[in-house]
């Protein structure tokens, strides 16, 4: 099974800053710097999460079905990797890699397609959040 020091390994040759926030976490900073990637080492699994957007405290869950929708879409027709959800108020797209059979160009993949999903559809999903409403 693979090691966290294996795991450190995989991000310097990815040659992205990886800086540990915790034991067994670390946040992956990218070139351009517009999305971290949080990886967390939890055998049997690696854990890779992004937060795409925060949802609005206020707003029925009624006023964002366009939103949940269009999340549901993207997970059956555009991912290759992971999967959209809602965790504590939030968007997010995460995934789930097995250490067992880990190696370099899996978790690189997952990675980059994370992190490219994310990029590309925000614009769309922040369109189908509701803005509050001024007085």
Excluded: C
């Amino acid at each position: 099974m693979m090691s966290r020091e294996d795991l450190e390994s995989y991000f310097i040759r990815m040659d992205v800053e990886a800086e540990e926030v915790e034991e067994n976490m670390w946040v992956l900073h990218g070139e351009d710097g517009s999305v971290d990637v949080v990886v967390t080492y939890a055998p049997p699994v690696a854990l890779l999460r992004i937060k795409v957007m925060d949802l609005p405290q206020d707003a029925p869950d009624t006023a964002l079905t366009g939103l949940f929708r269009k999340l549901l879409e993207l997970n059956a027709s555009d991912l290759v990797h992971g999967s959209y959800g809602i965790e504590q108020g939030s968007v997010a797209l995460s995934d789930a890699l097995e250490l067992e059979t880990l190696d370099f160009q899996e978790l690189r993949a997952s990675y980059e397609s994370i992190v490219f999903a994310a990029s590309s559809h925000t614009p769309d999903l922040a369109d189908l959040v509701p803005v509050a409403q001024k007085g």
